[in-house]
């Protein structure tokens, strides 16, 4: 068999193959939670068995596949993706995405969320008594929890975690702050992400760069700017935490 | 679009003609139609994965108008995504009726159309044994005449001894032939999920969603450009819906259901995809056909119900 009759005869297998393999290494990696909701796992593994069967016909084949031009552009097509996580593998949603897909804060619809790992699904974090200073004691809320049920915070204490954003364009839409701390809401994955945020005082946040993640306890406070409502937090703490195990809210 | 793939593969290898033919009678009319459209209730598939099933289903007979039926359907009148849409808008059923029904009706007008412009030769790529043909798991090239040698009819897989070369049973047969059909289809059509995806990671770069919302509040011009915008994201349509639910405050109903509608059944990605089952001249009808049922019908919706905001 001549190297050309071989290639022939292997491509479609080595197609599926490289396939199988990114399906198995983003799942034992864990590396598709910075694109797809942690559940969906299950999904890559099962997509993992498919591209390894689909590999496994291609490479039983008894007559060999017509490799034209057009079909190995069709096979590096389709190869493009793995390139790509293979080149630029850490890459997840920041303040770019962010300014592109704000679109003003209203309450997310669905209230039965909440965030996947560290707070168990369909929970409600406790909403804190009032008066209780500047969130010294509170326990932790998720920006999603906050934006979900926002009058109940008012005037309360709330921690949360986040990526700080700073820019001189929020101050048009924000009452003159420029400061806010963000975070995406994911249904499937990256490309439906919703960018959820809170606004603060810009002195606190002076010292982190733009999409440092952050913990911020201070007291949440709906403002009304341009007759829309705004949350903020006031006398805000912003302490640095390093970057959570599933960076979205789902 | 792996799934789909694997279901187009078990179409093709384990459902006969016949089979089809009992399913979707051609003289059977616009009552196939009607139960393709509403097909997704029983076998529901996003907009990716239903292009290489609706393939095999044309490859089996299934008439042009119920295949164009189920294409627009299935992506929309199913049990998850009526579900991710009353999810995302919060249990207002008025959104996830509006969408279901609407989306069955243009499925089913468009599909009859399609089946009244064109005979399905001047529609679809390839005919019945043309696309057998091309994806003979053998891939031996048969003309109509070695395909009645080769080609079992009552079981609707190929016995040629390419294949037989590699099966003992006759179910491994099968089951190695489905995997066949589906690697073929992934390798025939993936590549252009690969470039729609591609362009609509553009369109999330490099376009803001503030441009749309600027000029979202009259009615007309929201219906249109959030047509756009579905058309540029190319959304899986089980989760649409939240991003539609995110524009609520900004714009009228009629344009977020405009969003909904659309989506799954015309964007960039579907738009390349469609181009393996379709001609041009038929792709750019269905194109035309689906752009204008939507925009009217988001038209009616926001001339009878006004300004809905929940």
Known sequence: ?250 | MFAGALVGGLIETFLSRERMSALFPRKAGAASVLISAAAGILFPVCECAVVPVVRRLIGKGMPLSAAVAYLLGGPIVNPIVAASTTLAYALDWRMVVLRTALGYGIAVSVGLLMGRIFPAKEALLGTEQEQHSHVCPCVVPHDTQSISSVFNEMDGYCTCPGVQETSRGEFISKAGAAFRHAADDFLGIGHYLVIGAFVAALAQTFVSRSVFVSVAEAPGLSIILLMLMAVALNLCSEADAFIAASFRWLTPWSAQLAFMLIGPMFDLKLLLMYQSVFKRRAIITLSALVLTAVFAVACVVELLGGRMKP
């Not at chain 1, 596949?65 to 793995?82: E, G, K, S």
């Not at chain 1, 974090?125 to 500047?134: D, L």
């Not at chain 1, 990526?163 to 701390?181: N, P």
């Open chain 1, 1 to 250: 068999m001549t190297p050309d009759d071989y290639l022939k005869r292997s491509l479609p297998a080595v197609v599926f193959g490289v396939w199988a393999c990114t399906f198995l290494y983003l799942t034992v990696s864990q590396r598709y939670l910075a694109f797809l909701r942690p559940e969906f796992g299950l999904l890559l593994g099962l997509s993992f068995l498919l591209a390894l069967g689909f590999g496994i016909s291609g490479a039983m084949r008894t007559k060999e596949f017509t490799v034209d031009f057009p079909f190995a552009l069709r096979a590096l097509t389709l190869l493009t993706p793995v390139l790509f996580l293979v080149l630029i593998p850490e890459t997840h949603l920041g303040n770019y995405a962010f300014r592109n897909r704000y679109v003003g804060y209203h309450a997310p619809a669905d209230a039965g969320r909440a965030e996947s790992g560290s707070v168990s699904k369909g929970r409600t974090a406790a909403i804190p008594e009032k008066g209780g200073g500047s969130g010294g004691g509170a326990a932790e809320q998720t920006i999603l929890e906050i934006l979900q049920n926002p009058k109940a915070y008012e005037g309360r204490p709330v921690s949360f975690s986040g990526m700080i954003l700073r820019d001189e364009s929020l101050k048009q839409d924000f009452g003159g702050r420029d400061t806010l701390v963000y975070r995406f809401l994911i249904t499937c994955c990256a490309s439906d992400a919703l960018p959820l945020a809170i606004v603060l005082d810009s002195a606190p946040a002076a010292a982190f760069q733009n999409d440092q993640w952050v913990q911020v306890k201070g007291t949440f406070e709906l403002l009304e700017i341009n007759q829309k409502q705004l949350p903020f937090v006031a006398r805000a703490v912003v302490t640095p935490i390093t970057a959570p195990k599933f960076p979205y809210l789902f």
